[in-house]
């Protein structure tokens, strides 16, 4: 299974449609900020499955949950914006709670800056943001039986 991670697209959907025409992933998977595009993405590839939560400019009462754990391919996957988890200042909270919900995934977006690793059997993304003039970023999530490979691919 591919998995492509979206994060910040600030209203700029031609990144991401490009990305998933060229990629041809089995899930998308968009981190907020803002979660319009993720619907609209969703209207743009009716066939893809397509799961966001809300960032903190989404604004409270948009009825996007601000946190989702997901399951595929047997890998429980947290996805948050990472704004109440204070990622600006570290990512330890949401890895923390990544933890605490048995996340073998742990992917949050807000800082606009990529990065990707493992730690303790967790992987950890931040995909960066897609919006980005200079050097938008969008995530690769591979599941293949028991392999699991993330990765930062530019967009």
């Known amino acids: 299974m ?8 600030h209203g700029n959907t ?61 890998r429980r996957i947290l996805m948050t914006h990472g704004h109440r988890y204070q990622v600006k200042l570290s990512p330890y909270r949401a890895i ?21 690793f493992q730690e303790g059997g967790l992987w950890v993304m931040n995909p960066g943001s897609v919006l980005g003039s200079v050097s938008p970023t969008c995530g690769v999530i591979l599941l293949e039986g028991d392999r699991t490979e993330c990765a930062l691919v530019p967009v």
Do not use: Y
């Open 2 to 9: 591919k998995i492509l991670v979206f994060s910040d697209s």
């Open 96 to 116: 923390l709670a990544a933890r605490e919900a048995g996340a073998r995934i742990l992917l949050f977006g807000h800082t606009h800056n990529p990065v990707c």
């Open 14 to 74: 031609a990144h991401m449609e490009r990305t998933v025409a060229l990629m041809r992933p089995d899930q998308v998977l968009h981190l907020g900020d803002v979660a319009r595009d993720a619907r609209a993405l969703a209207r743009r590839f009716p066939q893809l499955p397509v799961t966001w939560v809300a960032g903190n400019c989404d604004g409270p009462g948009t009825g996007d949950p601000e946190q989702q754990l997901l399951t595929l391919e047997g």
